[in-house]
């Protein structure tokens, strides 16, 4: 009896402390986004006659999911955010002697490095700010008998440049592909543990060429792979309907799990996205890099900071 209450107790402490990092998981991601919790406005009264002729949208919108393992809670905003960020040092997942992602220096959005940079059709002066593009940002829980099992951020759009010093890396860098200089194959890529090490999602440090079907294959760096330190700026977003053009994604967000057996669901309902136990980011991308670039020099970093801080950046 006494080691029921024990479990019991472990359960509840994990929930407590899963809800607490939900929380602060979403303050962090809202402030990030500019988005602010409080607003300052003069209330005045509207007449019938006045609000008779307004028309408009709920500002939240909420969905109830039914799923196999859990039922979900769904909470959307509706709202555009354009925005550019840079956070000194960022560490999520601490547990076990590692980390789920460590990364330093990240930015959302960057600023343009030369006079005619075109992004997404725009042509941009030298600095000036290429937003990261985030449209109705949403917040969902999965709920178990035990409570809280899992909590994600994410966007039904989203479109722009994420750049860091990836170490540790949980999650799915998805649609990013590399070029083979000699023979110009294009291979998938994927996520490995290190060097020498066969590919995961969980704790990636290095990032290469896929392994084809059920096939075991090994990061070999400089000839495979490259650590993640070497992918310096990705551009989220899918293949646009013009050639140079980025389309909006609704597949990148960031999740906390309790368990390994949650599976968030796409936003079309279509298909499920199993995630272990900790942090798990999606972050999609259309890009293709040369493998030489990508296990050599790395590729380059874009404008983050006002002061041009170089390609590598520093």
Known sequence: MESGVETDSLKQSE?????????????????CLGISPVSQAELEPISDNAMGKVTGQAFMQIENIPGQ?????????????????????IQAGQINGGTDFSATHLALGHIARNDGEVFNGKTYNAGEEIPFEARMPYIELAEDAAGLAGFRMGFQQARGSVSSNTTSFS??????????????????????????????????????????????????????????????????????????????????????????????????????????????????????????????????????????????LF
């Open 15 to 31: 929930t407590q402390s899963m809800t607490t990092q939900a929380y602060g998981c979403a303050a962090l991601t809202m402030l």
């Open 69 to 89: 393992n859990h039922e979900f809670t769904r909470m959307t905003l509706t709202m555009d955010v354009e925005t550019r960020v840079n956070i000194d040092d």
């Open 171 to 312: 999650g799915n860098i998805s649609g990013l592909k590399v070029r083979e200089d000699v023979s110009g194959t294009i291979y998938d890529t994927a996520l490995f543990a290190g060097e020498g090490e066969t590919a995961t999602n969980y704790r990636a440090s290095h990032i290469g060429i896929a392994p084809n079907g059920s096939e075991t294959m090994t990061c070999i760096s400089g000839v495979n792979c490259a650590p993640l330190t070497n992918l310096r700026s990705v551009i989220v977003g899918e293949e646009g309907s013009a050639e140079g053009e980025v389309a909006f994604t609704d597949g990148f967000f960031i999740g906390l799990q309790r368990d390994d057996n949650v599976a968030w669901q796409t936003l079309d309902g279509a298909n499920t996205i199993s995630v272990g136990k900790g942090v798990f980011i999606n972050l999609p991308t259309n890009m293709t890099v040369d493998l030489s670039q990508l296990t050599g020099g790395g590729i380059d970093r874009l404008r983050t900071h006002q002061t041009d801080m170089g390609t590598k």
